[in-house]
């Protein structure tokens, strides 16, 4: 699944014991503009409702990651239990590394197996964890470039004859290797161009699509969401796919998830 499928990027599992570190956690990744599930943040949304179910489907539907806590504590708690019993019924249906366990102690938790991959509070900061989750949500080349933009300080310096963000000339420097924006745009389906091709008479004369449908890709009917060309325009101007020109770019006033641009 994409990430963009999930409600939340990490869901935060721990025991009350263990609140402060997780929030010093939860408050860098939230500054970060990762979607973070901690209870904390969420006290209206969880009044009133049946928390066993509600838990149940955050810890096992709902999030891109599970970060847990590892403390004696945490192994027992009835609610700790609960959501980790979730979690590891999504690792075992996807069979993925939904599971990211955090040492706090030498605590062995029942269902997590001692070759599993740890991250150790007691020899790492929470701030290198930071790091290390924006690296696993985002990719390595992501954080590179990314993270002293979101860790600045606030202060400026003086870049030809201007004041400007201290990390800035450095990234632009990297930006000069970056031609393209690579972008994702919706589709048009057949009977939505603004041309008329009589899709309420007869399917698509290049693909076979009916009405309604989305066109195989490449058919010289489809029309590009954003600069309007059909067919071979659109592909000779702007990717198929998308990756676009400038103009096209221009043209999409804002409409446009920009990939490049990281997270919108």
């Excluded at 450095?170 to 994702?184: N, P």
Aim: with cysteine; glycine share 8%; net charge neutral.
């Amino acid at each position: 699944m994409r990430s963009d499928d999930f409600e939340f990027d990490i869901a935060l599992s721990f025991a009350g014991e263990n609140r402060d570190v997780v929030e010093e956690l939860a408050s860098l990744l939230v500054r970060d503009n990762v979607r973070v599930f901690y209870d904390a943040y969420e006290t209206a949304s969880l009044w009133g409702k049946d928390l066993y179910q509600h838990l149940q489907g955050v810890y096992r539907d709902e999030a891109r990651y599970c970060i847990i806590f590892i403390s004696e504590s945490y192994a027992q708690k009835v609610w700790t239990r609960h959501e980790l019993k979730q979690a590891q019924a999504r690792a075992f249906r996807e069979n993925c590394e939904y599971i990211l366990p955090v040492r706090l102690d030498d605590t062995e938790v029942p269902g997590l197996n001692a070759t599993t991959g740890y991250f150790d509070l007691r020899r790492h900061s929470v701030k290198e964890l930071r790091g290390v989750i924006l690296e696993k949500l985002f990719g390595r080349a992501f954080v590179e470039d990314r993270l002293p933009e979101l860790t600045w300080d606030g202060s400026r310096i003086e870049f030809r004859g201007q004041r400007v963000m201290s990390t800035w000339p450095a990234y632009l420097t990297r930006q000069q290797a970056r031609t393209k924006y690579i972008v994702s745009v919706p589709r048009i389906r057949y009977g939505d161009e603004t041309g008329d091709w009589f899709s309420a008479d007869a399917p698509c004369h290049d693909c076979g699509a009916i009405r309604g449908e989305y066109h195989a890709s490449g058919c010289d009917v489809e029309q590009c969401p954003v600069c309007g060309g059909a067919g071979t325009w659109m592909q000779m101007h702007c990717g198929s796919g998308c990756c676009l020109t400038s103009a096209c770019s221009r043209r999409a006033r804002g409409r446009l998830w920009c990939k490049a641009s990281a997270r919108s």
